[in-house]
């Protein structure tokens, strides 16, 4: 005769459970209910899209195709209260996995006051990505891998050409 296992604290299975949902915003909320945390999209710091397309600060602040990661951890690394979601950006086309994520960051205390005194604003925050993910490890591992690829392959391309008689 099987059995059933019924696991308690993981309703419907497996599933992980993440934070609770988000309620509705309403203006007597607190700065420290997450519905009142800033949200970022990568688009906004992409340098690869256009105004249009959702980025929000000059291209020269701006990186090529950040991920969500990359964003949480420099904020993680500025002691910053930090939420990922599985959302997509509604300027983005493409439905990718990896082009869905958006971050929310608490900038201020319940009183009003700022958290971070050096970062008030979203923009400010955006400024900071901008200069600090091409900064992460991460960042710095991938054009030496590029650069030596590279140089293989072209190096094999010449190896194979010549004059035939």
Do not use: F
Not at 104 to 133: C, F, M, W
Not at 145 to 162: D, H, I, P, R, V
Request: hydrophobic share 25%.
């Amino acid at each position: 005769m099987a059995t059933m296992h019924a696991h308690p604290g993981h309703p419907g299975g497996s599933r992980m459970q993440g934070p609770p949902p988000l309620t509705p915003w309403s203006p007597d909320k607190k700065h420290s209910d997450r519905e009142r945390w800033v949200c970022i999209y990568p688009a906004y710091i992409n340098r690869k899209k256009s105004r249009q397309e959702g980025r929000r600060i000059p291209k020269q602040y701006c990186v090529d195709d950040p991920s969500p990661q990359e964003i949480r951890d420099v904020l993680q690394a500025l002691n910053m209260n930090v939420l990922v979601e599985l959302k997509q950006y509604p300027r983005e086309r493409s439905r990718e996995l990896q082009c869905r994520g958006r971050i929310r960051v608490q900038l201020r205390n319940d009183d009003g006051a700022p958290l971070n005194s050096e970062y008030t604003t979203r923009d400010s925050v955006l400024l900071h990505l901008g200069k600090t993910i091409p900064l992460l490890k991460s960042r710095q591992a991938k054009p030496q891998e590029q650069s030596q690829a590279a140089a293989s392959s072209s190096a094999g391309q010449k190896k194979g050409k010549g004059k035939r008689r």
